[in-house]
């Protein structure tokens, strides 16, 4: 179904209450009956749903660790699957089942943390391999539909529309997603992994996280993160090729660091040889209180500013020295190395 169609089909939804209304009136009036137009329409949006998920769930799986479960998408026909490094976690074994209820195992292929991101594979050639969306394509007030394993409930679907983009999100694990898209269709655990598709049965990420209320200390309705088709495609790409990521394409300091609880920066624990940061003279024990200009209390907004900067970029660290004093400097940020399992 091409856009063009989609947005008849919505606008003459919109209209469907008002058509019923009015061929309610006139069945009163007149006492005759007749098939209200917008009614067509309905049903017409309801059938594309319907086709969304009989085409791609099953190109879904459940994957099952001694952790927990989680959701994964056929990426190729070698059976390799994408899905969540959190989903894998630890393991290197996994149960995968299948929408038709074939249970498989799996073994690991590679992950990449810093993405979010990891490929098993299991023996089989016969899985469906999902469509991955262009997504240059994609607009904020598309339709979104997420099918996955939430909760356990096997080929689970929930709907909404994608409510923004290029959202830098962090996990609260110190992974921080540097382009997510943010939609209101409904994401709960056993999601991650999964698959967020448009009306056309494409998938334009992979639903990974859902945000949370402050106030509430609970998830907010309404606002979920996934990690979008091009990116998938190209880390899952490079895990399936290499085993690891050979170009990630996110910029990196070199430095390991912790959170000081005192929101005054970001203390560096460890300075890698060779790296930008090294070159720079930073050192072990002082605080990075500022990268590009904007404050780094912690060590997720320290994350959230580098994951909006890319490898090559000239940039300024203002840091604390253990004495007391402040200093800068400016280095050029790295390529982030791969990782392999």
């Known amino acids: 179904m091409n856009r063009s169609k989609l947005l008849l089909i919505i606008l003459a939804a ?33 059938s594309a749903y319907v086709n969304v998920y009989q085409h791609v769930s099953p190109s879904v799986v459940q994957i099952e660790t001694s952790e927990g479960l989680g959701s994964g998408i056929v990426f190729d026909g070698k059976g390799d699957i994408v899905t969540n490094d959190h989903v894998v976690g630890s393991s290197k ?29 299991v023996p089989s050639t016969t899985l469906t391999p999902a469509t991955f969306a262009n997504f240059s394509t994609v607009q904020v007030g598309d339709i979104a539909i997420a099918i996955g394993n939430p909760l356990g409930l096997a080929s689970s679907v929930t709907e909404g529309i994608v409510s923004g983009l290029g959202r830098q999100e962090p996990e609260g694990n110190g992974i921080i997603l540097p382009s997510a898209i943010q939609t209101s269709a409904a994401i709960n655990p056993g999601n991650s992994g999964g ?20 106030q509430l200390g ?38 390991s660091i912790s959170d000081t609880g005192q929101a005054n920066g970001v203390a560096i624990t460890d300075v890698l040889a060779g790296t930008p940061a090294a070159k720079a003279g930073l050192t072990a024990g002082e605080l990075i209180t500022a990268l590009n200009g904007t404050a780094t209390p912690t060590s997720d907004s320290l994350g959230t ?26 280095l050029t940020l790295a390529q982030f190395p791969g990782s392999a399992d």
């Open 14 to 46: 919109a209209v469907a209450g008002a058509a019923a209304s009015g061929y309610a009136s006139s069945k009163a009036a007149t006492g005759t009956s007749a098939t209200p137009a917008g009614l067509s329409a309905v049903a017409a949006l309801q």
């Open 93 to 121: 074994t996994f149960t995968v089942t299948t929408s038709s209820g074939k249970v498989l195992k799996g073994t690991l292929v590679g992950t990449f943390p810093e993405d979010d991101l990891a490929v098993i594979n």
């Open 195 to 214: 698959a967020l598709v448009n009306i056309d049965g494409q998938v334009i990420g992979i639903p990974t996280l859902a945000a949370e209320d402050p």
């Open 218 to 255: 609970g998830a907010a309705a309404g606002i979920g993160f996934a990690i979008p088709s091009n990116v998938v495609a190209d880390i899952a790409g490079q895990l399936v090729k290499y085993g690891k990521v050979v170009d990630s394409g996110r910029a990196y300091l070199g430095i």
């Open 305 to 330: 500013v580098l994951a909006g900067l890319k490898p090559g970029q000239t940039v300024t660290v203002r840091f604390m020295r253990q004495s007391g004093t402040s200093g800068s400097v400016q």
